[in-house]
């Protein structure tokens, strides 16, 4: 055989061998986003985008939508405020130079309060033996009190009223921040109003700077359910106190300093199950675990899953007024408010609270969160919005979402393949609108292939003759095979939506592909 040759005995080798077609069946990506590990090395249950999908312990749901509560505000309401005292509860907003009672719904009256300086309160519900209270601050205006029907400024003396910007209840006192300092202040017991005494932290805080807030952490010491005073500095000084008087050392001691990542926004803790949670720029931190190794540990942080997206959205928008963490225990949720451009731009990064897995919202656009009456109630630009709802649409708006799963190698990395078909799995109450396509090669860009979704073919509720209509499931089982194109070494199942009223759940993808050759 000469040189260069080629000899007949040797056959050309295949890419792709038609006829032997592999599958794989995917759960839905109820692992959740995942922005802290590389795109390459995820779990096949997590996902690289979910936006407007939630992840729940069985399917990834479409999010609910939001309807507007209380219209007719002249600019952005900032501030959600709810009272609850006895049987009365009370919802209102602040906007502008004004705060609005909303509790009735639709197009708000004249204001409540006037002739304010800031819409941006910090509050609590306060319980005496003489009412209940909500009792407000904001730095700019003197501190404001609500009684159930009468809203009031209460004579506080010893610290000028105007400088209070942050207020927290600990054992049975009201304590406030003064702006700009490291001072705290406290009213004696069960009082709304009187002579308040100083705290002066600033020989306990070696990293400086001011004061932001103040919470109540309720942890058990050993001896029993103790509640700690916390407070936390502009850069990032923790410091715990135990004790009842502030006057007295033998019943007011200081447990520890601790240093963090410096906090985001006023609104930087919420109680939490039995916990007390701070928005850092190290992320959602529980204060059970951050001060025991939160720098050492990064990962007991509730947004380690996400950590990076979290730091940032904190180094781009930290600055920005919105920021703020809510407990929706209806929905299993937690959302943290990632405000991007004031009144025009904000997401949120929402958690389950039985998975801790997260997904990410766009298009409710919230200054602030509140529940009322257990159901979930933002602030935007010109109202105050009832939210999650079941309506599926955002004030009339469809909701659109993404979901593109972990990218899989289906345990041969180095073989080349070519995808063929792929069958979504779906529940829902009418066929959506669904794009969908096998992404390859971590290939980000949203879907475009127009997907088959079956329709449920069952009468429905409030819309079929009763005793003529043959009644199916509320949602219906769709499993369609669809076409799908794509040649590489991994690949991930991309989910598109745009729906109106449609009640949504991912369930599983099943995808077949065809093996190759290594090159």
């Known amino acids: 055989m000469r040189y260069g040759q080629a000899t007949s005995s040797i056959k050309p080798q295949r890419a792709f061998q038609p006829g032997r077609a592999t599958s794989r069946s995917l759960p839905a990506p109820v692992g959740g986003w995942n922005a802290r590990d590389s795109i390459a090395a995820m779990d096949e249950k997590d996902a690289v985008i979910l936006t407007n999908l939630f992840p729940s312990t069985t399917s990834v749901d479409l999010r609910g939508g939001y309807t507007l509560w209380s219209t007719g505000y002249s600019a952005a309401v900032e501030t959600v405020i709810t009272y609850s005292g006895g049987a009365t509860d009370k919802l209102f907003g602040a906007s502008g130079t004004a705060i609005y009672d909303a509790t009735a719904g639709g197009a708000i009256g004249a204001a409540a309060v006037s002739g304010l300086t800031n819409a941006r309160w910090q509050y609590v519900n306060y319980a005496t033996t003489g009412g209940n209270y909500a009792i407000l601050a904001n730095g700019a205006d003197a501190v404001r009190s609500f009684d159930g029907t009468n809203w009031a400024s209460p004579s506080i003396t010893g610290v000028t009223s105007t400088n209070l910007i942050h207020v927290n209840t600990h054992k ?176 949120q990064y929402v958690m389950n609270t039985i998975t801790g897995m997260w997904c990410n919202f766009s298009a409710w656009y919230a200054n602030d969160f509140a529940i009322y009456q257990d ?131 991912w369930i599983a993808t099943d995808i077949v592909f065809e093996k190759g050759a290594i090159l």
């Open 172 to 347: 049975s006192r009201l304590w406030f921040i003064e702006k700009n300092t490291l001072k705290a202040w406290y009213l004696p017991t069960q009082a709304i109003a009187g002579a308040a005494a100083a705290l002066d932290l600033s020989a306990f805080c070696p990293h400086g700077g001011y004061l932001m807030a103040m919470g109540t952490w309720t942890i058990d010491a050993g001896y029993g359910v103790d509640d700690l005073a916390v407070f936390v500095t502009s850069n990032g000084d923790v410091l715990v106190y135990r004790g009842t008087d502030p006057t007295s050392a033998s019943t007011w001691a200081l447990v520890g300093v601790w240093w963090l990542g410096s906090p985001v926004g006023r609104r930087c803790f919420v109680k939490y199950k039995g916990d007390l949670l701070l928005i850092t720029q190290d992320g959602l931190l529980p204060l059970s675990g951050a001060l025991q190794s939160t720098r050492l540990n990064p990962r007991v942080a509730l947004t380690d899953k996400i950590q990076q997206a979290v730091s940032q959205a904190v180094m781009n928008y930290g600055a920005t007024f919105g920021w703020c963490v809510t407990p929706f225990p209806q929905q299993n949720a937690l959302l943290l408010n990632v405000p991007i451009n004031l009144n025009i731009n904000q997401q």
């Open 375 to 505: 159901d979930l109630y933002f602030g935007g630009v010109s109202y105050i919005a009832k939210a999650w709802t079941t309506t599926y649409s955002d004030n009339g708006q469809a909701i659109p979402t993404r979901g593109l799963q972990a990218f899989s190698y289906f345990d041969s990395p180095a073989l080349l393949k070519r995808f063929t078909m792929l069958r979504p799995t779906f529940l829902s109450s009418a066929p959506p609108s669904v794009n969908g396509q096998i992404n390859v090669d971590f290939d980000t860009s949203a879907a475009t292939s127009s997907l088959a979704v079956a329709s449920n073919s069952g009468a429905r509720w409030d819309a079929a003759v009763w005793d003529t209509g043959t009644w199916g499931s509320d949602l219906a089982l769709s499993r369609v095979w669809q076409g799908a194109q794509g040649v590489g070494y991994c690949g991930a199942p991309n989910i598109n939506t745009n729906t109106l009223g449609i009640q949504l759940q």
